[in-house]
């Protein structure tokens, strides 16, 4: 069962607010965006944050139903996350934050890590997912 904070929301953009608020949150959905991704790998590019932390936005996300967490029983045991059909929903949103900042750091200054050839190589999955997106809907009328 979907778990939120509270029974009555004002509306749409409350919910959202609270579902995706919190310093980590964001960043998991956009590792997640390529595929399946283990918990060490997710750890390990979201520099500062500990696993107390990790474990619980990860758990408040699957409780969400954002994201899938699948089990493999093998040795080593292999935990695997990765976005529901609702998570994959927000991609969109994701790659337009992308954008925005992107572009807020370039008008006033600001640095990122990430190269310019990163940049360019994520607006282009931005671009090819809007291009599946009307693929999919043309399938469909």
């Known amino acids: 069962m979907i778990k939120t904070k509270k029974d009555l929301y004002t509306c749409g953009v409350e919910l959202t607010s609270e579902i995706l608020s919190g310093k980590w949150k964001l960043m998991i959905l956009w590792y997640l965006r390529n595929g399946n991704i283990r918990f060490g790998q997710l750890k390990k590019s979201l520099d500062g944050i500990s696993e107390k932390v990790l474990s619980c936005e990860l758990k408040e996300l699957i409780q969400l139903g954002i994201i899938n967490k699948k089990i493999y029983y093998e040795k080593p045991l292999k935990v695997e996350y990765s976005l529901t059909h609702y998570g994959i929903s927000l991609l ?21 890590k990430i190269s310019d050839s990163t940049i360019h190589k994520v607006l282009n999955e931005k671009i090819n997912l809007q291009d599946e997106n009307k693929k999919e809907k043309s399938l469909i009328s």
Do not use: C, M, N, R
């Open 92 to 112: 969109p949103i994701l790659y337009s934050i992308f954008e925005w900042g992107t572009a807020y750091a370039k008008t006033f200054d600001v640095k990122l």
